[in-house]
């Protein structure tokens, strides 16, 4: 049986195809039941695909979105550890032989997770991902699990279930929500494992709006509260970035009442009690 199931889902990525499969490609020492699954692209992806030949498995066509995609190939692939890679993200040369080693040594262990860097269009690194040992207070305010850099045992999806396509645009995010609350043990390793591609048609920079919409109803669910923080970066959205009449009306860049404004829908926006009443200078923030 295959070390690891490994997924990539791609729509239209054939300027960073290649090197997302190739990265994969390079891995050594490791047995990798390899899916690339393209939802149908238009923009030369195929032609790239079809260079492998017999090489890579993969299918094009109409998929369900990136989350049925994912689910889908997981469940088609036979992996003891599990994971996925977008099109536009890269793995490190050595990074799942080093995750294999961790799994062997902690048995225990459900989730491992990694550093990770952000490259631009050119794959040139930019700045770290900001990643930290394992803390629930703190994934709560913040997704600090880079999601190319994180792998599973197959027995989670077994015990606690697959990534929800409800969270089209923070389904990851909720994936180790529910698997901490449920149980999930988590160990950080400090060596980058990915690199995460930032480009003006990733999710996260065409939804905002929505990637916010979705992280408080799914604390709502989890938690029954919203962390604080993602109340202020909600606020400094509007006020900075979505040209609204209401961020007008917001504090300026460096003025720390929006900090204090956002106590106040995470006090009162709630289905019950949780999390700190008041923030200590520690506490995590953005």
Partial sequence: MPSFSLVTPSLNQAAFLRAAIE???????????YLVLDGGSTD????ILQEYGDGLRWRSGSDGGQVTAI????RETHGEICGYLNSDDVL?????????KVFGDHPEVDVVYGDASFIDTKGIRTRPYPTVPFDFDVLVQHCFICQPAAFWRRSVHERWGWFDPI?????????????????????????????????????????????????RRMELHHLGYCGRNWWEQALRYYR?????????????????RLYGLAWWPYVFWRKRLGGPLFYSPNHWRA
């Fill in 71 to 74: 689910n889908a190939g997981l």
């Fill in 240 to 256: 900075d970035e979505s040209g609204s009449r209401f961020g007008r009306l917001l504090p300026g860049k460096k003025d720390e």
């Fill in 44 to 47: 030369g992806s195929l032609r």
């Fill in 167 to 215: 969270y089209d645009n923070t389904f990851d995010y909720e994936f180790w929500l529910r698997l901490a609350i449920l149980g999930a043990r988590f160990l950080h390793i400090p060596r980058i494992l990915a690199e995460s591609r930032e480009h003006p048609d990733t999710k996260t920079q065409r939804q905002r709006q929505a990637i916010f919409r979705e992280i």
């Fill in 92 to 100: 490190v040369p050595g990074s799942l032989a080093a995750v294999e």
């Fill in 23 to 33: 990265s994969v490609r390079a891995q050594a020492g490791v047995s990798i039941d």
